[in-house]
């Protein structure tokens, strides 16, 4: 067993973990590791929204625009597509991808074309709406969780390693602790989003600037390996409470802290969807994550019925659960949304006039 | 809004809580204050168990006397009469009596007839076994939480007052945040059960030594002012789920750090049960009690349904809880058992030969 924090970002505490070096887990978990010692990863949201009667074609032709742009030069190093129907109607598709640093990114980015077709006035006529939340935490800010040894998802699919089992887990608070930074930082937020430049809302493009330590969570489930008992618990005891906790952060979560949250399902090369879901959610702070987490009833029955089917299935479970937690410094965030709808991704955190 | 550790106590920490300055609780809570500053609890369970036809006869009969020599000479600050039928088949009852401190608690155990009566060779023939255990917290130790403004209950009754609504708690870790001594001291356990004379058994006396930072917690449920939709959660949905916890840690306490746990039923003067139930168990350390509280199934099940119903009745409950929590040095706990069994409270506890 070891410490979820890589042993080069191990320092002398200010803070306290809140378990002390005698703590055993009640189950194993793991966390990604980097093939590369140090690097660092790039989490980008590149994503495409419509409506109306042929809104799933009109997304899916756009998400396809996406990735074509993404397949024409240097892939980053994973990707997931992911679907959704947000609180306005809108389907949402995006290509969340990995890459390997903020320099990889903007490399391609950067490239004449793609630069030209996201600046491109057409981007405002299209019929669709086009967004990029860019996140690029230092290695201090972001950690991971798995559920199981064998398959890694999100941004552990693009670190590459696995961890051996990690202690840092089956308490709450062990997210906090599996972050380097928390070793001698609380994390408190500062500042609130703010426009950069244009206006939210159809016809419109606006950049949004991030504040000082928003957080952001991808919380990821696959089911696609359960059978039987495993499965039923999975699709009629937890899926539902799940989603009950998800609808609740996208209708009313500003009133606990999260700007925005979106629960998707993925989807596999061709547009099918596969058995992986996952809510990625915009935070104020870590902190009122945690508050949500640990007291809101919804987010305690999904723990509790977790923790109930891993007990009853004595830990053999084949449900994997993920996620990737990241807390990052106003630099670290670039958001962008082209002709999308006032309410799209963190621009429902956006201060309401009164 | 103030802090559950009184302002003598207060001092510069050098362990953090929890929570920031900023935190507000979900709900309101509060906890019990001593009428005269300074002022300790001292809790002596004096009890009785019995087994056989007769068992609940012969237990009230026990318990009769116990309550009759606590009349005659100077009553606790408060008592409590509960019933339980143990994991052995055996009725036990107890007297749950309060004192000043230690003085008061020994100025009535050592009157020369109470005295006479518990020492004599006859209590080993009674039929009945007999037990006392007595804990004697400091008040940096001890800590209480009520749900409710308008009824003090247990050590806090004793104490006599309520503070204002606090601030640490409705999250996992401000149990600990609640307890004075924690602000300097992680109230890691050391050494463990030992006996200090005699054998445990039928037909023998033993007494036993608690090691250092043994944790203690009563945590009631009063259920006698619900009515309609809330009784009915109360009853079909959190006392089985309760329940079950409750059957965990007595039948299989000692795999998570629990040596003993009760889940009694309150009698009235009379005898007859009145709707309030407490689990009081006996813990390792604090730790393991917060280990428990937080990834045991059954208990954040009962958390999760309780907050489920918090927020389904908009925190207008007329269901009760409290608790009082005590971490004892070890020369803050006697534990006496008189022709008991050898599983009895804390002896479930000791060490088994292999």
């Excluded at 005698?22 to 495409?48: E, K, N």
């Excluded at 950690?143 to 890694?152: G, H, I, V």
């Amino acid at each position: 067993m070891e410490s979820a924090i890589p042993r080069h970002l191990q320092c002398p505490r200010t803070l306290q973990r809140r378990v002390d070096d005698g703590y055993t887990p009640p189950f194993p978990a793991w966390t990604a590791r980097p093939s590369r010692p140090g690097q660092t990863i790039v989490m980008a949201l590149l994503g495409v929204q419509a409506c109306g009667a042929h809104a799933e074609r009109d997304a899916c032709a756009g998400l396809r625009q996406i990735v074509a742009g993404l397949h024409a030069h240097g892939a980053p190093l994973h990707c997931d597509v992911a679907h959704q129907v947000d609180e306005c109607g809108y389907v949402t598709m995006i290509a969340i991808t990995y890459w390997r640093d903020v320099a990889a990114y903007d490399a391609w980015a950067g490239r004449p074309d793609i630069d030209a077709w996201w600046r491109a006035p057409a981007r405002l006529t299209d019929g669709v709406g086009w967004f990029r939340e860019v996140l690029a935490p230092a290695e201090q800010r972001y950690e991971t969780l798995f559920s199981a040894p064998d398959r890694l998802e999100a941004g552990g699919a693009a670190l590459g390693r696995l961890s051996q089992e990690i202690m840092e887990h089956g308490y709450w608070g062990s997210m906090r602790d599996r972050l380097p930074l928390s070793q001698t930082d609380p994390l408190s937020a500062s500042g609130a989003l703010t426009i950069i430049d244009g206006a939210p809302g159809p016809g419109a493009r606006v950049r949004v600037a991030g504040h000082a330590n928003l957080a952001v969570i991808r919380s990821g489930q696959d089911w696609s390996d359960t059978a039987g008992e495993e499965r039923r618990l999975y699709c009629d005891n937890i899926a539902p409470v799940l989603r009950a906790g998800m609808d609740f952060l996208r209708d009313a979560g500003t009133s606990v802290g999260c700007y925005a949250n979106r629960y998707m399902q993925q989807r596999d090369v061709a547009g099918r969807p596969v058995e992986k879901t996952f809510g990625l959610s915009y935070w104020h702070s870590l902190t009122e994550l945690e508050r949500w987490a640990e007291s809101h009833a919804t987010h305690v029955a999904i723990f509790g019925t977790f923790m109930q089917v891993v007990q009853e299935l004595n830990f053999a479970l084949r449900l994997r659960l993920y996620h990737e937690v990241a807390v990052l410094t106003s630099g670290q965030q670039r958001y962008e949304y082209v002709n999308c709808h006032a309410r799209s991704g963190i621009l429902n955190g956006l201060p309401r006039e009164s």
